[in-house]
C-alpha cells in the first residue's frame, strides 16, 4: 500500500486518481501508523511552508516521516512537500523546515517583468543524472509546474535534474537514496508524469 | 525553457459542450469528458471549463462532471461558473480541479478572491473578466469596462485597474476574455491583453477571438501573453493543437511539443 500524507496541505485528489489510474491501492491518510505501515510513501503538497510545519506538528507525524525515509522505503516528495524537506523556507518570513537534505528554498527573484511568479506552466526538465525514476523518460521532457519557491540543495550531488526560470537554474528533482522529490507535479504532468509515478510504484528505493 | 499554454475552453451546458458568438446562437458539439480526453491526447497544455448556464440559472456547479474529467485526464484544469462560495470552490477543487474561476461573482463580492487565496492558495484562484472596449471615458482610464453575468450588465469598473486589485486581493492568474473578439476568430484583443500582462505579476491568460495559428503567435508575441484559450478553431475541427503548436515553434514562440 502507498500512503498518500495528507497534512492538511492542499488538495491530493489529483495524485490519488493518477495511482487509481495506475491501478495501485493508495491511502490518503494523516495518521503515523498508516505511514509506518505503508510500503512507500507520497509526500505531497500545496500551500505554504509554515503552515505546512504546524500541521505535520500538529498531526504528530514528523517522526513517522522520518522513520519512513530512514527505513529506506520508496519516498516521494512533490512540490511543497519537497520543498518541506529541505532545511530552511524564505516563505513566511522563514520557516525551520524538515532538514533531511541540506539547503534552502528561496524565492524566485525575477528581473524581467516577463518572468511572473507564481512560475505556472510546463518546463523542461534537464537530467543531470540518472536515476530509476526517470526511467523511459527523455531528457529535457517537459512537466507541470506551480511554485513561487524553488529547491536549492547546499550539496549538487542531490541534483537529479534542473529547470531555468526567472534567472534561475533550480532543482527540479532531487534524491537522497530512497528518498526522491520533485518540485513540479508528476499527477499533472501528461504521460510523462505518469510513466514517472509508475517507476516510483516499482522503485525498490535504491539507485 | 516556460512554454506557452495552449488552453481548449469547454463551454459546457446541461453536460454538453456548446459554443456560440457572444453567448448567443449555441450549437451543441459534443461530451465534455470525451472531448477533454481528445485535447488532452492531441497535446493540449491545460483545459478550462466554464457551466455557462450555471450564473445565469443559478443553480450549483455540476461536480459529477469534475470528477470524471478528473479522472479521465492527467493534466491540469479550470473550472468557472457558478461559483458562489468558498464552499463550491472548495467541492470542485477537491473532485479534481487545478483551479477555479470567477469573474461575475468576484465583481460583486471581491473578498471572495482573498477568501479563496488564504483557503486554498493565490494559484488556485484565477479571475476572469469580460471586458467591452468603451469611447473616451473618463471612468475608463484603460478604455475597457468590465461586464458580467455573459456581458448582459456593465459594472462601471475599469478593466486595467479591476486587473490590478484583483491580483492584490491573491487573484493567481487573469483570464482576459473579450467581449468584442468572442467567437469572432478575428484575433484576440491585443491591446488590453499586453496592458494587463505587464502591469500584473501573475501570468495573463488571453481569450476570445482566436481564429488562426497566427493569432496566437500574435498575442504571445505582441501582448506578451503567458497562455492562450482557444475553442471555435479546434472545435470545428478546422484545427488540430498539434497544427497549431507547429505553427508556434516555426515562430518562435516557446511550446511544449512532446505529450
Redesign the interface.
Known amino acids: 500500500m502507498i500512503a498518500i500524507v495528507d497534512y492538511r496541505a ?2 491530493l ?2 495524485v490519488r ?2 495511482l ?2 495506475l491501478g495501485v491501492e493508495a491511502r490518503v491518510t494523516g495518521s503515523a501508523a498508516l505511514i509506518a505501515e505503508a510500503d512507500r510513501v507520497i509526500f505531497p503538497g ?3 511552508a509554515s503552515e505546512a510545519m504546524r500541521n505535520i506538528r500538529e498531526l504528530n507525524i514528523e517522526s513517522a516521516l522520518r522513520s519512513a525515509i530512514t527505513s529506506g522505503k520508496p519516498f516521494l516528495g512533490i512540490c511543497l512537500g519537497t520543498q518541506i524537506i529541505f532545511e530552511f523556507s524564505e516563505e513566511d518570513g522563514g520557516t525551520p523546515c524538515l532538514g533531511i537534505i541540506p539547503g534552502r528554498v528561496p524565492r524566485f527573484q525575477p528581473t524581467d ?2 518572468d ?9 526538465v534537464a537530467l543531470r543524472r540518472q536515476h530509476p525514476l526517470f526511467d523511459g523518460i ?1 531528457d529535457n ?2 512537466f ?3 511554485h513561487s519557491y524553488y529547491p536549492a540543495p547546499s550539496d549538487a550531488t542531490y541534483i537529479v535534474g534542473e529547470t ?2 526567472a534567472g534561475t537554474r533550480f532543482a527540479a528533482a532531487v534524491g537522497k537514496g530512497n528518498l526522491f522529490a520533485t518540485q513540479f ?1 508528476p ?8 510513466k514517472l509515478l509508475e517507476n516510483f510504484t516499482r522503485w525498490d528505493g535504491t539507485c | 525553457m516556460l512554454t506557452k499554454r495552449i488552453i481548449p475552453c469547454l463551454d459546457v451546458r446541461n453536460k454538453v459542450v456548446t459554443k456560440g458568438v457572444k453567448f448567443q446562437n449555441n450549437i451543441d458539439l459534443g461530451d465534455p469528458v470525451e472531448m477533454a480526453v481528445a485535447y488532452s491526447d492531441g497535446g493540449c497544455d491545460e483545459l478550462v471549463f466554464y457551466d455557462i448556464t450555471a450564473s445565469a440559472e443559478r443553480r450549483p456547479i455540476d461536480i459529477e462532471m469534475v470528477r470524471e474529467v478528473a479522472r479521465a485526464v492527467r493534466i491540469p484544469f479550470a473550472v468557472g461558473g457558478g461559483i458562489e462560495t468558498i464552499e463550491d470552490m472548495r467541492r470542485v477543487l477537491l473532485a479534481g480541479a487545478e483551479k477555479v474561476s470567477v469573474n461575475s461573482l468576484a465583481v460583486r463580492n471581491p473578498q471572495i478572491i482573498a477568501d479563496g487565496a488564504k483557503a486554498f492558495g493565490n494559484q488556485c484562484i484565477v479571475l476572469g473578466m469580460d471586458p467591452v472596449k468603451v469611447d473616451d471615458d473618463p471612468r475608463f482610464p484603460s478604455g475597457y469596462e468590465i461586464t458580467t453575468r455573459g456581458f448582459r450588465e456593465r459594472t462601471g469598473m475599469d478593466a486595467l485597474e479591476w486587473a490590478k486589485r484583483a491580483v492584490d486581493l491573491g487573484a493567481g492568474e487573469i483570464v482576459v476574455n473579450s467581449v468584442d473578439a468572442d467567437g469572432t476568430r478575428n484575433g484576440y484583443e491585443l491591446t488590453l491583453t499586453h496592458m494587463i500582462a505587464i502591469s500584473v505579476g501573475v501570468p495573463v491568460v488571453a481569450s476570445g477571438g482566436a481564429g488562426t495559428p497566427q493569432h496566437l503567435i500574435d498575442v504571445f508575441q505582441q501582448a506578451e501573453a503567458d497562455a492562450a484559450i482557444i475553442a471555435s478553431m479546434i472545435h470545428t475541427g478546422e484545427y488540430t493543437i498539434a497544427a497549431i503548436k507547429n505553427d508556434l515553434v516555426k515562430a518562435g514562440v516557446p511550446t511544449r511539443m512532446t505529450w
Open positions: 492542499g488538495n485528489t489529483s486518481l493518477a487509481e489510474a500545496v500551500g505554504a517583468w516577463r511572473k511568479v507564481p512560475q505556472i506552466g510546463w518546463n523542461n527523455k521532457s517537459e507541470y509546474f506551480v531555468e526560470y507535479h499527477e499533472r504532468s501528461g504521460r510523462v508524469g505518469l
